[in-house]
């Protein structure tokens, strides 16, 4: 891992010119995606920040680069390797001078060196390439887990402060959850989302902290004014808890 940072961090750049070849370091890569995984990792847990398009998108178009300098650096690599096996087959089908010998020993050394570049650039190229590829993965993968746990925790239409933290990708992506999790529990006619820890009391005590008006619950009609305190269903109850959006407020201890 430590050898594969200092690849990383270096970047490689080859330019032809009239002396030879030239190399030039003082650029990073993977710095962005990086930045990206920090990101996500300095939020809280179970909570979202907004999702860098911005950064996202940089990281995807470093990759683009990295993926076109790689692919002339492998046919490089490969004309190299071809001249060196040519080389080596000449010398032995046929008798050399010892002048011709050091003289294909030199050429056999620019195309060592040739090759020894090119696979050093291709290198960090792969190794960037596949760093930002895991960056990327962990940040939509961590992302899509808060994501699948707002499901169990929201009903199918999330509170707009969350909701604007997403992308157009993840609200897609927390409709189809919602959509299939509903479905499987019609089908099981069982409210999953509800009471995941067994409750101690079908009956629970809210303060209702806006006026709502009159609501039919399971058992009853009740008149959901603000600031009233009363004892209702748990099933009835937990809906209006976990969506903030209606203003009801556990409370375990009211004096």
Same mark, same amino acid.
């Given at each position: 891992?430590?050898?594969?940072?200092?690849?990383?961090?270096?970047?490689?750049?080859?330019?032809?010119?009239?002396?030879?070849?030239?190399?030039?370091?003082?650029?990073?890569?993977?710095?962005?995606?990086?930045?990206?995984?920090?990101?996500?990792?300095?939020?809280?847990?179970?909570?979202?920040?907004?999702?860098?398009?911005?950064?996202?998108?940089?990281?995807?178009?470093?990759?683009?680069?990295?993926?076109?300098?790689?692919?002339?650096?492998?046919?490089?690599?490969?004309?190299?390797?071809?001249?060196?096996?040519?080389?080596?087959?000449?010398?032995?089908?046929? *008798?050399?001078?010892?002048?011709?010998?050091?003289?294909?020993?030199?050429?056999?050394?620019?195309?060592?060196?040739?090759?020894?570049?090119?696979?050093? *650039?291709?290198?960090?190229?792969?190794?960037?390439?596949?760093?930002?590829?895991?960056?990327?993965?962990?940040?939509?993968?961590?992302?899509?887990?808060?994501?699948?746990?707002?499901?169990?925790?929201?009903?199918?239409?999330?509170?707009?402060?969350?909701?604007?933290?997403?992308?157009?990708?993840?609200?897609?992506?927390?409709?189809?959850?919602?959509?299939?999790?509903?479905?499987?529990?019609?089908?099981?006619?069982?409210?999953?989302?509800?009471?995941?820890?067994?409750?101690?009391?079908?009956?629970?005590?809210?303060?209702?902290?806006?006026?709502?008006?009159?609501?039919?619950?399971?058992?009853?009609?009740?008149?959901?004014?603000?600031?009233?305190?009363?004892?209702?269903?748990?099933?009835?109850?937990?809906?209006?808890?976990?969506?903030?959006?209606?203003?009801?407020?556990?409370?375990?201890?009211?004096?």
């Amino acid at each position: 891992m430590g050898r594969e940072m200092g690849i990383l961090l270096t970047f490689h750049s080859i330019s032809e010119t009239k002396s030879g070849r030239l190399l030039k370091f003082g650029k990073m890569y993977g710095r962005k995606a990086s930045e990206l995984v920090k990101e996500f990792a300095s939020s809280e847990p179970g909570q979202l920040c907004t999702f860098n398009n911005d950064l996202f998108a940089q990281v995807l178009e470093e990759c683009d680069g990295h993926f076109l300098h790689l692919q002339p650096l492998m046919r490089k690599i490969q004309e190299h390797e071809n001249k060196w096996k040519d080389k080596g087959r000449s010398e032995d089908e046929m *008798g050399i001078s010892e002048d011709e010998r050091s003289k294909s020993e030199a050429e056999k050394l620019v195309i060592q060196t040739a090759l020894k570049s090119d696979q050093f *650039g291709a290198l960090v190229h792969h190794l960037s390439l596949v760093r930002n590829k895991r960056c990327l993965m962990a940040y939509v993968y961590n992302r899509a887990e808060v994501i699948r746990s707002l499901g169990w925790m929201v009903d199918s239409v999330l509170p707009e402060e969350i909701e604007e933290k997403l992308s157009s990708n993840e609200k897609e992506y927390f409709k189809n959850h919602v959509g299939t999790l509903q479905s499987y529990m019609s089908e099981l006619d069982l409210h999953l989302t509800v009471d995941t820890v067994p409750p101690k009391d079908p009956y629970i005590k809210v303060r209702v902290l806006d006026d709502i008006g009159e609501v039919a619950l399971s058992d009853q009609v009740a008149n959901l004014a603000r600031h009233a305190i009363m004892f209702l269903r748990r099933t009835d109850a937990e809906q209006y808890i976990t969506q903030v959006v209606f203003s009801l407020c556990l409370q375990q201890q009211i004096s």
